[in-house]
């Protein structure tokens, strides 16, 4: 009778497992079929010389990846991208963050600046890129500036900070991060202010009663409660940041020489400017190999937070 | 129930998973022209209406969406019975090879040529594939032209004659002062759409060709002429006294050709590099645009100026199609005189069939008589390595923009071109 109750139970087990497995077979097959298969795809594609079209695919072995280890054009994108991403993680997010507690507090017409700061992340990066180009236009029409930067600069008396902004090695980059974090602030902006609501107002008030400025509450109570909003903000900002690319197409074409170039945009010219979908695959991996890194070394970041 | 339900869903997956029924009496055309696509489906109601047969027209703009959307496609061996190659005539050859165009040869020589005299021998050359041709495809014609068309310089008449000048400049220093006149009044010269990159590399190849000729160019790519060549530090100059000169529009190196056309048509610049297909746009934008057409001034007198030019539009046949008859017989009614006139008049674009070019506006048919000096990199013998074409077109943005000098650039251009050589050699 005890084997039989043993027996039993194992294979109450084993249903148990089979039901659980059945329920999580569909994702697993979806996830192995979008991404699992695609990406094994890659890997496998990245070892060829391929133009995308033709049937005739020719092994090469690591050689696409020996190439871009050598290739400056394509680690002067990963920085360019890096840059984008350093100014997303700094102004960006402490606009966001800032703006975020402006609208904590209680202030007049909160919701309607709520609705505003979200405004730019809703609209179509293409349309936020062809808005922008408009504002940074050098050209002129009967002696008076198009562009409303450059228009803006002269009624105030600054004409000579007048530029041809996106086609200046020293500012294009700057003014494509800078439409990059005012497209995006307001993600973060929202994520913060959600995080800032869950945070318990008896602490503010203990902390004014032991005396506390405004100073020493955001230092002491505010900012140790927000960490894993703020960390779950980064990664998507660096996330988000190093993947950008639509903005760059909108706003300078095929780009400002290499100094606008950033990941995406080089393994775009890989595959339609000429044609080697191999290398294009093996700019893809080591891309991807790059946002692996950066995600698993903030994890960990998180992790220690959360422990202290 | 649930296994009912399960069979249901198993049926219509297998369903969803095979290729679609084609219906012999629908042929599928799939293009990227938005400014056409009115013209295109009044025509092809028209065509229904004569033959009984539909012709179901998909647009996907814009172009480079197109070109990836064509890739994907016939990755997926999913492509319409008719569509479009915006690629290189290596990618045009790899259609081929693949079996994804078909070969209309016959079908042009039927009834003595009837259908291949009818339209432009250059538009024609676009979508022909000589003996011997270097991509080792079997000779033929793979598609027809449904427009031409050529690239120019074009002048505000308006413009130049409130900065004291009377007429087109006829050489390139006459242009230069043109550029320096027209700034002193506060109109910029030359505007172009060099976002894109491919129209600098246009500008670039009619002055190589002016200035050393299409054999020596051809020398380049097949490697045995440097770009560190006198001839070729030449035309890389010719970039630097534009901007020396200030000839060129603000911003011009990452502008698309869209925002040129508009600087153009507001009377922003004074000259525009641009195609004839900006005749609709000009007219779109500005009606009373009062405007001429002139070929890039010349460099070296003892050669010819060419531009590209050719087959504007071109279509393929699907070598796969089930309807391949159909289309063909389509092919051949849209490229005909009555409907080649239609959609110049709709479209202000030129005709591929010579025999519509009567009845077009007076500048396009200033566009027409440049026909005979085009040239296209597709019916070149030789095209140069992308890679290498690529640092020439950056380094070409580097000297407009004052970043380096036309004798660094050439020495990039050369090293990018000496490894690629190298490489292949290796390969072989």
Known sequence: MPALTFKSSKLLRAQDSFTSFAFVLPALVIFSIFYVYPFFDIFNLSLHEWNGISFKRTFVGFDNFSELGVDK??????????????????????????????????????????????????????????????????????????????????????????????????????CIAVVHCWKGFGWGFIMLLAGLQTIDRQLYEAAKVDGANTLSTFW????????????????????GSMQAFVLILSMVGQGLVYHTEVPVTRILASMQGVNRFGYACAQGVCFAGILICISIFFKMISDRAKQV | MKNVLALVLC????????????????????????????????????????????????????????????????????????????????????????????????????????????????????NRFKEGNIYNIKPGIYGAPIDVTNIQMLYNKKLLAKAGIDKAPQTFDEFLAAAQALNRIGVAGLVSGWGELWMADCFASNYAFNIMGEEKVMATFRGEVPYTDPDWIAVFNVFKRMADAKAFAPGIVTKPNKDAEQSFALER????????????????????????????????????????????????????SQNKDQAVAFLKWFTARDQQV???????????????????????????????????????????????????????????????????????????????????????
Request: aromatic content about 10%; charged content about 20%; glycine content about 6%.
């Open chain 2, 269 to 320: 610049s004074a000259f525009s590099f641009n195609g004839s297909w900006g005749v609709n746009a000009y007219h779109g934008m500005n009606p009373d645009l009062d405007y001429g057409v002139m070929m890039p001034p010349a460099i070296n007198p003892d050669n010819p100026m060419y531009i590209w030019g050719g087959a504007g539009s071109s279509f393929v046949i699907n070598g796969a």
């Open chain 2, 11 to 126: 049926l219509f997956t297998c369903i969803g998973c095979g290729q679609p029924k084609q219906d012999a009496n629908t042929v599928t055309l799939w293009h990227w022209m938005t400014d056409r696509n009115d013209a295109f489906q009044a025509l092809a109601a028209k065509y229904e209406e004569e033959t009984g047969i539909k012709v179901q027209i998909d647009l996907y703009p814009p172009s480079d969406a197109y070109t990836q959307r064509i890739i994907a496609s016939a990755q997926a061996r999913v492509l319409p019975d008719i569509y479009g190659i915006l690629d290189k005539k290596q990618v045009f050859a790899s259609f081929i090879e693949s079996g994804f165009v078909a070969d209309l040869t016959e079908d042009f020589a039927a009834n003595d040529g009837e259908w291949e005299k009818a339209l432009f021998a250059k538009a024609l050359d676009v």
């Open chain 1, 220 to 239: 002491h109570v505010t900012l140790p409660m927000m960490v894993p909003v703020i960390l779950v903000v980064v990664i998507l900002t660096v996330l």
């Open chain 2, 342 to 428: 239609f959609l110049a008049q709709e479209t202000k674009n030129l005709p591929s069939n010579r025999k519509a070019l009567s009845k077009i506006p007076e500048v396009l048919s200033d566009y027409a008589k440049a026909m005979d000096n085009t040239t296209h990199p597709t019916i070149w013998k030789y095209n140069e390595h992308p890679l290498v074409a690529e640092t020439y077109l950056k380094g070409i943005q580097s000297i407009i923009i004052g970043e380096k000098t036309p004798e660094q650039v050439a020495g990039e251009v050369q090293a990018v071109k000496e490894r690629e050589m190298a490489k292949a050699e290796k390969r072989k």
């Open chain 1, 73 to 174: 054009i394509w680690w002067k994108s990963v920085w360019n991208a890096m840059y984008i991403t350093i100014m997303a993680l700094t102004l960006q997010n402490a606009l966001a963050f800032a703006l975020a507690l402006a609208c904590d507090r209680e202030i007049r017409m909160k919701n309607f600046y709520r609705v505003v700061f979200f405004l730019p992340p809703v609209l179509s990066e293409i349309v936020v890129g062809l808005i922008w180009r408009w504002i940074l236009n050098a050209e002129m029409q009967a002696g008076e500036h198009i562009g409303l930067l450059n228009h803006w600069l002269v009624q105030s008396g600054l004409p000579h900070l007048v530029h041809e902004w996106l086609s200046d090695p020293e500012t294009a980059l700057t």
